[in-house]
């Protein structure tokens, strides 16, 4: 049965430089028994889809249907679990609980029974009266389990629910909610979670729908069929994760995008991570599993993404089949010494980033070699969100820096030519 | 199969708590019915008995004033930082209002208020105890407006989401989001607030009107009343009550709320620093709190609960059909409230438009005299307390030791000490220029010591020790370590204490002492006479000028400091 529907939702912020697409045109739907899972990097969106599926921010476009009724206000049958958990803190376990209770107007007996069931049911029994901060945080976010299940809601919404607990504790309550799950205690029917962790999703959900960026768009939809408890180990498993994993690094639409606006819009990682890594997989041989590298690191996929693209852009690297392999280029500057890696950068970056290359000319062109850091944000501008030319910008003059291709002044806001410095010849390396 | 979930000990004995509680309400009741026997005889002509035994009831009817004035504070906070918050078109008119309003000194609402109340009760002393008790609210609510405001806005936007999916109504969000989010700042800016109180309480309890004299009996009248007949010992009488009256409350009172208040921290990380107070226990431990708990306010609150709970099911299912109506009552009650604003503005325009040139002169040398009086003060403030303050801040040892004794003090009106001041200063030349500096000092140096305190405390320890560690000089520690830090907490000190300078002329600048008056040329003696003459159009005309120079001086110069001071932090 069709619980909920989703059509052309599109949302969008205006600014008085222009207007930034978040979501554009989505649809789905969310039938009876599915374990769905929304997951994208951060700018996708997603968490602002969880928001409008939840009736608390209005879409500019679309329609959400919750058993195909329009929702027009905070959707009748729902609940959700934040990120941060979102606990009262002057209020106990029990009284959090007990909350959403109280504001549908149940007489307190049976508040306190309801709530009480609920609790059990979380294992949180014995700190009824304990006060959130009082507990750590995997409690605390039980509290928050235990709070948005005690509505019984048809559609049970997790917005990031396991990413601020530790390794430990998250994987305790993600098996803790599986089960419950499947063993069907709760009388939930159905659940979607956003994550920015694709093995979550795929040890979780049984649909997975991928979320590109800026703007946010449905980009693949995912089934997955194993069986639970599902193996993090097995083929099938790591497949799918893979699968995810060249989707996501791939994203052939926005290279084709890329090529197509020409702006030079560089991934946003610092030289010392970009070298960080190279240095790593270097000494893995030159090649290694993207996935297994962000188990490793412990970093997210959201992380490692724009690191593995800067290596890649700057020709360090190259991604096949979910491997990162380093390229000639690559081995070289792993081993070079200091000196030698910043001559190294700085060909590679004028070589592949027109827009540094562009900058040094500007620079170049002025007489007191000065130009302030507002100049080139308005050429940014004229392709990029005001947010992201600004952490464009940062990169850029965080690579040029390195380089030795220019300076910065951060108290005068302005880029500038280092007196001492040569010209660098630009016309040869066209 | 229901369990216990909540066992206290059940069968306690009265504790302290008890007691403080009854005496409390006891003495309540005894002096509002005494207030009936004080008042049968003639109020018009100033009289008071100045008797010390009497001192205890007058400081219960001062407190009853200040408890009324802080209730109605307390309802008009709600509503207006309410309505500031939420309806996005109004709070770009109700917030520059609010720093205006936070500007005017107590006494120029005097006459308006007067006016208002008499007309509505003529002739009767419930009239003369509104007037008492709406002046002393227009001292001390702008500041807990201001705190509310700020806390509704930054409200964290996971909780209100939260409470917005659990589908609290209204009411509920009110009592379970809103007001425990504010409670810390309200329960602080309460606290000021009563000092506020009592700093004004003298002017509040006993003023001249239109040439007639006013007295109602309290504490402050009783100070302002020997001050008039120059009886040192009866005001040494007066003050030691006051100290005590505050000193009680201190304890008794706002000590048990900041510990209580404690529990409304948003953050989840363990404070080092602790709030404790020994009375708390007792009231806690209280029979007769929880049996108003367990039998008056569960079951009153459950009850109200259900209550909103129908009504506002019923709203939603109302407003399916018919939603024009709010809209138009908004819009009703918008113009309505434009044409009174309206209408406000033509009457003070038509007051301000009877001054002739020479008396906008005469305000204008008095402003540039009382800004000057002012500056001075702060300037002199300045001197002491950052050397001290910042001493204090940076060690942890003294600060505990010395911020309870400092704050004791710092609750002591210097309204009242002033009479004493004055007596041995009136003698100098230019003696009451000193005294009214001085009075402007007491005052206000509490706020900038407070802040700059705050301010030493927030410098990181680390980089303490990497200034001694790099032997930093004296003058470089200041330079390049102290004053950066602590620059945002001067700043806001800063802006306390010069408004606060600027209310304070008023009664420093202006006083009735050993039967005659004494003044100085300032903006602060302009008002308070201007208002004690009746003469309305010089006081709208003074009062406006006040609250220009006070508006301007913070946006022109303390606000771009605090912005300035804001960038060299990030």
Redesign the interface.
């Known amino acids: 049965m069709e619980l909920l529907k989703l059509e052309n939702i599109t949302v969008s912020f205006t600014f008085p430089e222009g207007i930034v697409t978040v979501l554009d045109n989505i649809n789905f739907t969310v039938n009876e028994g599915d374990f769905l899972a929304l997951l994208g990097p951060s700018g996708s969106g997603k968490s602002t889809l969880l928001?409008i599926i939840?009736g608390?921010i209005k879409p500019n476009k679309g329609k959400v249907y919750f058993k195909g009724k329009e929702i027009k206000d905070?959707n009748p049958g729902?609940?959700?679990v934040?990120?941060?958990?979102?606990?009262?803190?002057?209020?106990t376990v029990?009284e959090n609980v007990e909350?959403?209770l109280?504001?549908?107007?149940l007489?307190?007996?049976e508040r306190?029974?309801k709530a009480?069931e609920a609790i059990d049911l979380i294992g949180l029994d014995g700190f009824?009266?304990a006060?959130?901060?009082e507990l750590s945080g995997g409690m605390?976010q039980r509290v928050g389990f235990a709070?948005a299940l005690v509505?019984e809601p048809d559609i049970l919404l997790l917005d990031e629910p396991f990413s601020a607990l530790d390794v430990l504790t998250a994987e305790n309550l993600r098996n803790d909610l599986i089960e419950l799950w499947i063993e069907k205690r709760i009388p939930t029917k159905a659940i979607i979670l956003v994550t920015h962790s694709i093995e979550e999703a795929v040890y979780m959900a049984d649909r997975i729908i991928l979320l590109s960026k800026d703007p946010g768009r449905i980009i693949k939809e995912i089934r997955i069929n194993i069986p639970h408890w599902r193996d993090k180990k097995s083929q099938e498993f790591l497949e799918i994760v893979d699968e995810i994993y060249s989707t996501l690094t791939g994203k052939p639409l926005e290279k084709i995008l890329w090529k197509e606006k020409r702006h030079i819009h560089i991934p946003e990682a610092s030289v010392g991570s970009i070298t960080g890594l190279v240095e790593l997989v270097n000494d893995l041989e030159g090649k290694a599993d993207i996935y297994k590298l962000g188990e490793e690191l412990l970093m997210d996929v959201e992380d490692l993404l724009p690191i593995v693209e800067a290596c890649e852009l700057l020709g360090f690297a190259e991604v096949k089949e979910g491997d990162l392999i380093l390229t000639e280029a690559g081995k070289k500057f792993a081993e070079a010494d200091v000196l030698e890696r910043k001559e190294i950068f700085k060909t590679l970056a004028i070589e592949k980033v027109p827009f540094l290359k562009q900058i040094v000319k500007v620079l170049q062109s002025k007489s007191n070699h000065k130009v302030p850091r507002a100049f080139f944000l308005d050429l940014l501008r004229k392709n990029l969100t005001p947010k992201e030319a600004e952490r464009q910008l940062d990169t850029l003059i965080d690579w040029g820096r390195y380089a030795e291709l220019f300076e910065y002044d951060d108290d005068k806001d302005e880029l500038y030519l280092p007196e001492t410095s040569e010209l660098i010849n630009l016309s040869s390396e066209t | 199969m229901p369990r216990l979930i909540w066992s206290p000990i059940k069968y306690r004995k009265f504790s302290v708590g008890d007691i403080i509680i009854f005496l409390f309400i006891g003495s309540i009741i005894y002096s509002i019915a005494t207030l009936n026997t004080i008042y049968s005889k003639p109020t018009q002509q100033i009289y008071l008995d100045l008797s010390p035994l009497k001192l205890p009831l007058y400081a219960i009817f001062s407190l009853i004033r200040m408890i009324f004035a802080y209730i109605i504070s307390l309802i008009f906070t709600i509503v207006y930082a309410y309505t500031a918050a939420y309806k996005k078109n109004l709070e770009k008119i109700l917030i520059p209002l609010l720093d205006i309003l936070q500007s005017i000194p107590v006494l120029s609402f005097l006459p308006p208020v007067f006016m208002a109340v008499i007309s509505l009760f003529p002739g009767s002393k419930i009239g003369l105890e509104l007037t008492s008790i709406i002046l002393i609210f227009t001292g001390q609510v702008w500041n807990m407006v201001f705190s509310f405001y700020q806390s509704l806005i930054s409200i964290p936007r996971d909780l209100r989401e939260a409470a917005k999916v659990l589908k609290l109504n209204p009411w509920q969000r009110f009592w379970n989001l809103e007001l425990p989010c504010a409670a810390i700042g309200l329960i602080w800016n309460s606290m000021m607030s009563w000092a506020g109180g009592w700093f004004f309480l003298m002017a509040c309890e006993m003023f001249t009107l239109t040439n007639q004299n006013f007295v109602l009996p309290g504490i402050g009248s009783y100070l302002s009343f020997s001050a008039i007949e120059g009886d040192l010992t009866k005001l040494f009488y007066g003050l030691f009550t006051l100290i005590i009256v505050i000193i009680l409350l201190d304890q008794l009172v706002w000590r048990p709320l900041i510990a209580w208040g404690q529990k409304f921290k948003i953050e989840f990380v363990q404070d080092e620093e602790t709030y404790e107070s020994r009375v708390l226990l007792w009231y806690r431990r209280s029979r007769i709190f929880e049996f108003i708990k367990n039998h008056i306010a569960d079951p009153l609150k459950e009850k109200l609960n259900q209550c909103f709970v129908r009504y506002y099911t019923e709203k939603t299912l109302k407003a399916q059909n018919i939603s024009i109506f709010p809209k138009i009552l908004n819009i009703i009650v918008s113009s309505l409230l434009g044409l009174l604003v309206l209408r406000g503005v033509f009457g003070l325009l038509n007051l301000l438009i009877k001054l002739p040139l020479t008396t906008w002169e005469e305000i204008l040398t008095a402003a540039l005299l009382t800004l000057l009086r002012v500056s001075l003060a702060v300037i002199i403030t300045l001197l002491w307390t950052l050397p001290l303050g910042v001493k204090i801040g940076m060690n942890t040892k003294l600060s505990k030791i010395l911020q309870p004794i400092v704050q004791i003090v710092a609750s002591i009106p210097a309204t009242a000490i002033f009479p004493i001041i004055i007596m041995y200063l009136i003698k100098l030349p230019g003696g009451l220029n000193l005294a009214s500096i001085i009075l402007m000092l007491l005052g206000t140096q509490w706020y900038l010591l407070f802040n700059i305190i705050a301010g030493g405390m927030s410098i990181p320890k680390d980089l303490i020790e990497v200034s001694k560690l790099l032997k930093l000089g004296r003058k470089e520690q200041w330079k390049i370590l102290i004053l950066p830090s602590i620059l945002p907490y001067l700043v806001t000190g800063g802006i306390t204490a010069m408004g606060g300078a600027f209310n304070a002329s008023i009664v420093s600048e202006y006083i009735e002492f050993q039967n005659k008056v004494v003044k100085i040329k300032g903006l602060g003696a302009l008002i308070t006479e201007a208002s004690s003459t009746g003469n309305n159009a010089l006081l709208a005309g003074s009062t406006i000028t006040m609250a220009i120079m006070v508006v301007t001086i913070n946006r022109l110069f303390w606000k771009r400091l605090f912005k300035k001071s804001e960038e060299m932090l990030s």
């Open positions: 928001r939840a608390l905070i729902v609940a959700m934040f990120q941060n958990f979102a606990l009262f803190p002057w209020l029990l909350l959403g109280k504001a549908k107007g007489p307190p007996e306190r029974k009480t009824e009266n006060y959130p901060k605390r709070r509505m």
